[in-house]
């Protein structure tokens, strides 16, 4: 009788063993998936998504930027593309955009382009196609492709432009300019032309 509940605590042992040793495999593999999946959370939010597809698309955009309750910006587009997920973030708007610019007395410049795309870390707003502003006292530039830095709030190209200011038309290769138009400067002249009123 002693032998056999030996036996059968024996037996249970093991069975308890075995038991504990397959929570422990269950615990570990747990732990193991936990850890792995915490440490990559932004590959795990990206499960569904292409590394070609945005993740967010925005239609019939009119977004109004304002600066202590005034507005100073007024962009319109058809179509934004959010491409944030990418290593090297932007956003697109493949359909072009308008966008309205106020100074201090509420004067309006505006810029219209064909396509235009806007890199997140840099700062940098790449305009192309029939690129076209004109400012509140009537100048004009024209180009196919313009740069804008956000940051040191500069306009700059070096393709061919097109620059219409009160009394000349200026062509060149090649533009430098301030945001409020102060400091433009069409480089690489080729012709300057007067216009009569």
Not at 13 to 28: C, E, K
Not at 45 to 73: F, H, M, W
Not at 139 to 150: A, G, I, M, N, S
Request: hydrophobic share 35%; aromatic share 10%.
């Amino acid at each position: 009788m002693l032998d056999w509940s030996f036996g059968n605590c024996t037996k249970s042992l093991m069975r308890l063993n075995s038991l504990h040793s397959i929570y422990n495999i269950v615990i570990g593999i747990s732990m193991t998936m936990f850890f792995s999946c915490n440490g990559n959370m932004k590959e795990v939010q990206k499960i569904g998504i292409s590394d070609n597809e945005p993740i967010g698309i925005a239609e019939k955009i009119n977004l109004k930027y304002t600066d202590s309750g005034r507005v100073t910006a007024n962009l319109l587009s058809d179509k934004m593309l959010n491409f944030t997920n990418r290593d090297f973030p932007y956003y697109e708007y493949p359909e072009g955009i308008i966008l309205h610019l106020y100074d201090e007395k509420n004067t309006k410049s505006t810029v219209v382009s064909d396509y235009a795309i806007i890199y997140d870390q840099t700062n940098l707003v790449d305009l192309q196609g029939n690129v076209v502003i004109t400012t509140g006292d009537n100048r004009v530039l024209k180009t196919e492709q313009l740069f804008y830095d956000q940051k040191k709030q500069w306009i700059f190209t070096n393709n061919p432009v097109s620059f219409k200011s009160e009394k000349d038309i200026i062509n060149g290769i090649g533009f430098d300019s301030n945001k409020d138009f102060t400091n433009a400067e069409v480089l690489e002249v080729n012709g300057i032309i007067s216009v009569q009123d």
